[in-house]
């Protein structure tokens, strides 16, 4: 069975200061791909990165950073000097290949309700 | 915004009554996905539509229903409902192609639902 714990439930930190949400997961495939998701107040999840099982080179996009590591199984989200507008909640998520017909189930984590003071 | 679309943004419905929620899919995408999100809880995956059939479901009961139409919108439909299916309703959709590569699924605002 395949499951993603994000242990931090809440953080707050104030505008400016680094933050690193850690999300941890489990599974059996060899294949697998890895996902972030931002759910601002308004609902929507919004897609922020998708890796794969075989690539384990981190990755910058602007403030934010991904860093995989298979050997501990986590892939965890660094946002440096936090703005306000990143005050949002947090998921990571897991999906094995489908296979021939198959569906593409995301498997979520808990979430990690960021608050970013000014 | 992703250009998935979900109507109607919120509803009130009693326990026992019926429901239907409906999503239009973002231009180009061909699978759709429901999920269900309780509160203070990470999405919980429902099922999935690709080529107007279903080809995946989680540990959802049968009174979950759905629909995809060849505009690869859809409809979810849930039955006899209980108090418990009160959550906010993500439909996403996503591109599935013959590699089977899992693209990033995009997601909607949502349905709120309350069952009272």
């Known amino acids: 069975a395949q499951k993603v714990t994000q242990a931090q439930t809440e953080i707050s930190v104030v505008e400016k200061e680094d933050v690193t949400l850690d999300c941890v997961y489990e599974t059996r495939d060899t294949t697998y791909y890895l996902f972030w998701y931002k759910q601002p107040p308004s609902g929507e999840l919004v897609f922020l990165i998708r890796?794969?099982?075989?690539?384990?080179q981190n990755e910058i996009s602007g403030r934010y950073s991904w860093n995989f590591q298979k050997s501990t199984s986590s892939f965890n989200f660094t946002i440096t000097a936090s703005q306000v507008v990143d005050s949002a909640v947090y998921f990571c998520?897991?999906?094995?290949?489908?296979?021939?017909?198959?569906?593409?189930?995301?498997?979520f984590g808990q979430g990690t309700r960021l608050t970013i003071n000014p | 915004e992703t250009g998935v679309t979900q109507s109607p943004t919120h509803l009130i419905k009693t326990r026992g009554q019926q429901v239907t929620l409906r999503c239009s899919s973002q231009?180009?995408?061909?699978?759709v996905s429901w999920y269900q999100q309780a509160l203070g809880q990470g999405p919980q995956f429902i099922f999935q539509?690709?080529?107007?059939?279903?080809?995946g479901r989680g540990n959802f009961p049968p009174r979950f229903s759905g629909l995809q139409f060849p505009n690869y919108s859809s409809e979810l439909n849930v039955n006899a409902l209980e108090l418990d299916d009160s959550a906010l309703y993500l439909c996403?959709?996503?591109?599935?192609?013959?590699?089977?590569?899992?693209?990033?699924?995009?997601f909607g605002p949502g349905t709120r639902l309350t069952v009272t």
């Open positions: 998520a897991l999906t094995r290949l489908p296979g021939l017909g198959g569906a593409q189930k995301l498997v």
């Open positions: 996403a959709s996503s591109l599935y192609d013959e590699y089977l590569n899992p693209y990033e699924q995009y």
């Open positions: 231009s180009g995408h061909n699978t």
């Open positions: 890796r794969n099982s075989f690539d384990e």
């Open positions: 539509y690709y080529r107007e059939e279903e080809n």
